[in-house]
Nanobody
């Protein structure tokens, strides 16, 4: 299984970006999907998640501004980011997680895409 993120870039404060995470070598429908981010000098932090049943969760610092969604037919998960702030600047990575049915977690990560919010 491979994950490839895209859609990052430079955006002004208050702007929007949509990140995509394409999964290959497997079926997205089997996985719980996460977006994480890591800013320079900081620990990686979870941003949002979406379950196989489309239940979404968000960290408080993005609640109301970011939206995670999945399209199983396209094997892609998205992160719509609105009202971006300079503190949202980070490398954003997606993570695919599922159980193998034997009590073991299968976890796959993408390389990440850079998001820079600056005027």
């Amino acid at each position: 299984v491979q994950l490839v993120e895209s859609g990052g870039g430079l955006v002004q404060p208050g702007g929007s970006l949509t990140l995509s995470c394409a999964l290959s070598g497997g079926a997205l429908s089997l996985y719980v999907m996460y977006w994480y981010r890591q800013a320079p000098g900081k620990k990686r932090e979870q941003v949002a998640s979406v379950t196989r049943g489309d239940i979404t969760t968000y960290e408080e610092f993005v609640e109301g501004r970011f939206t995670i969604s999945r399209d199983n037919a396209k094997n892609t998960v998205y992160l719509q980011m609105n009202s971006l702030k300079p503190e949202d600047t980070a490398i954003y990575c997606c993570d695919a997680n599922r159980s193998n049915g034997m009590g073991e977690a299968l976890d796959y990560w993408g390389q990440g895409t850079q998001v820079t919010v600056s005027s």
